[in-house]
């Protein structure tokens, strides 16, 4: 498939010849107004590493990268790569595929479902990044170096002492054919380096425009495989790029400063590299950086508060870019087919989760008023009212599938989150309400008289109960009493039938509830009062 992306550029008075000239650290935001043409099948990755839980700023890479891949027909897949041993955090890996999976965006091809370009964990990958890592040696492109961590540690505190930044000095670029063999058949621990060359070729960005840094001029040559055997990022990610036919790569705009280095390693292999798109960053509301200590930013997080998934998506996307204009209430479908790569800025996405209920609320409506989505819905509520209210229950009635979706509907807009529904101010529509006579007398001396009078409402209503009905209903029951005024019936009536100072309109209460549990409550109220 073919894809074309366009892009404006306010610098487009400037020749190509001179755009490609430019450096993005010369000239930063430039972009060329040249289109980019993408041939050939799209194949997208997500490639977190497993030495942590799946945050929000790695759901929203993954959600671009998925949402790429669907626009055009293409596949999304997620690579973990896990070869700093040391960091790796148990059950990460399997949780970051269980996440993408719950928030909507699963993967094409991956650890758990397999694909023809696997294996898609990187420690199964040591054989293939050991023989591109020989090959760069062969080919004079990298060389082993046998410095201690020691010295490594002097030349790190001597640059940070003169006001430097710390770089690798090359030292072991310059050893003799001979003097490596030696240090070689002496087993002396090593790791491999490449060698970075002056003369990078631009690159043009999908979202930063035309790019070029470098890297030798303020880099030291950098490790692409340690001494344990284990590759570093630089190394594996092309290797792994390459033979899975990764067609573009979108990652964070925190790696736009490494793309030249691993263009000259694409070149070093005589590989095509992908096309690169950098995102910006997801930042908090304020500006400051996302940071994995903020307990809240964990998908298992917000899967657990009773956020969906939908919600999610549409605030990571809401507050950034890519789309030609933003709304909420987007499903997955939607932000597809609303996808525009061209839209996508360079400034941070900023974050404001004090909105995420609001966004949540929106979702939860849509799935009510989807018959198929409500029915999960019924089930996952019917598994909290179990769970919160197990020993309460008087009545397995308030576990029926027709009461609970009458309880959705009439709460639907109201609501922003199941968990709302099985809290205290919602126990009434499960557990019959606890009042005394003392309650009951603070109020009115007529309580007898307004209990006999509903239920006689109940009893001529029947199964037909309105909200608008019942509105004019209880105002037409006020007006029946001597002394009591209306507001001090509905007190009356709120805590016959909750328990409550405060809730949903009593109306409102009474159409959840339905006529025979209605009628239970008021007889209670009836008996106790009558006795007090």
């Known amino acids: 498939m073919s894809v074309l992306l366009r892009r404006s550029c306010r610098w487009c008075h400037l020749s190509r010849t001179e755009v490609v000239g430019l450096s993005q650290v ?12 993408v041939q050939g099948e799209v194949r997208v990755r997500f490639a977190p590493s497993p030495t942590g839980f799946l945050h929000l700023g790695g759901l929203r890479t993954a959600l671009y990268n998925y949402i790429f891949a669907k626009k055009y027909a293409g596949a999304f897949i997620l690579r973990l790569e896990d070869t700093d041993q040391s960091r790796l955090v148990l059950g ?51 060389y082993y170096c046998f410095c201690s961590p020691q010295r490594l540690e002097l030349l790190r505190k001597e640059a940070l002492r003169s006001g430097q930044t710390p770089r690798y000095d090359n030292r072991c670029r310059h050893l003799r054919a001979d003097q490596v063999q030696e240090k070689l058949d002496q087993g002396t621990s090593h790791v491999i380096r490449f060698r970075l060359e002056a003369g990078v070729e631009s690159f043009q960005d999908l979202v930063f425009g035309w790019n070029r840094h470098e890297v030798a001029q303020v880099e030291g040559d950098p490790v692409v495989m340690k001494a344990d055997g284990f590759p570093t990022y630089h190394l594996a990610n092309i290797v792994d790029d390459h033979h899975m036919k990764i067609s573009h790569v979108l990652r964070g705009s925190e790696w ?43 998908i298992q997080s917000f899967q657990r508060d009773g956020v969906l998934p939908e919600a999610l998506l549409d605030i990571t996307t809401n507050c950034g870019s890519g789309f030609n204009t933003n709304q909420m209430g987007r499903r997955i479908d939607e932000l597809i087919s609303q996808f525009n790569p061209s839209k996508i800025t360079t400034h941070s996405a900023l974050l404001d989760l004090e909105n995420l209920p609001e966004f949540n609320r929106i979702h939860l409506q849509q799935r009510i008023e989807d018959e198929d989505q409500c029915v999960l819905l019924i089930k996952d509520l019917q598994r909290q009212v179990r769970e919160a209210h197990r020993a309460e229950i008087q009545e397995e009635e308030v576990l029926h599938e027709d009461y609970i979706r009458r309880v959705l509907h009439l709460r639907k807009g109201h609501i922003t989150s199941l968990k709302e529904l099985v809290s205290p101010n919602y126990s009434y529509l499960w557990v019959r309400p606890s009042f ?23 009893e001529e209503r029947g199964q037909q109960l309105t909200l608008d009905q019942l509105s004019t209903d209880l105002k037409r029951l006020s007006k029946q009493t001597k002394a009591t005024k209306y507001r001090e019936v509905m007190k009356l009536l709120r805590l016959a039938l909750s328990g409550l100072q405060q809730g949903p309109s009593v109306a409102e209460m009474m159409v959840s ?3 025979a549990e209605i009628s239970h409550r008021f007889q209670k109220l009836l008996l106790l009062s009558e006795t007090s």
């Open 256 to 298: 736009l400063i490494s793309t030249s280095k691993h263009l000259l390693m694409y070149r070093a292999l005589g590989w095509k590299p992908p096309t690169f798109g950098h995102l910006p960053l997801l930042m908090n509301k304020d500006g400051s950086k996302l940071s994995k200590r903020q307990g809240d930013i964990f």
């Open 513 to 515: 509830l339905g006529p």
């Open 436 to 458: 005394t006579s003392q309650q009951v007398a603070a109020l009115t001396a007529e309580a007898p008289h307004i209990a006999l009078l509903m239920l006689k409402l109940i």
């Open 26 to 37: 010369d000239a930063p935001g430039r972009r060329c107004c040249s289109s980019v043409q």
């Open 92 to 142: 990460a890996a399997e949780s970051i595929e269980d996440m993408l999976e719950w928030a909507g965006v699963p993967p094409d091809e991956s650890p758990r479902r397999g694909g023809p370009l696997g294996p898609y964990l990187q420690s199964h990958r040591l054989d293939l990044y050991s023989q591109t890592a020989q090959q760069l040696v062969r080919s004079g492109h990298a």
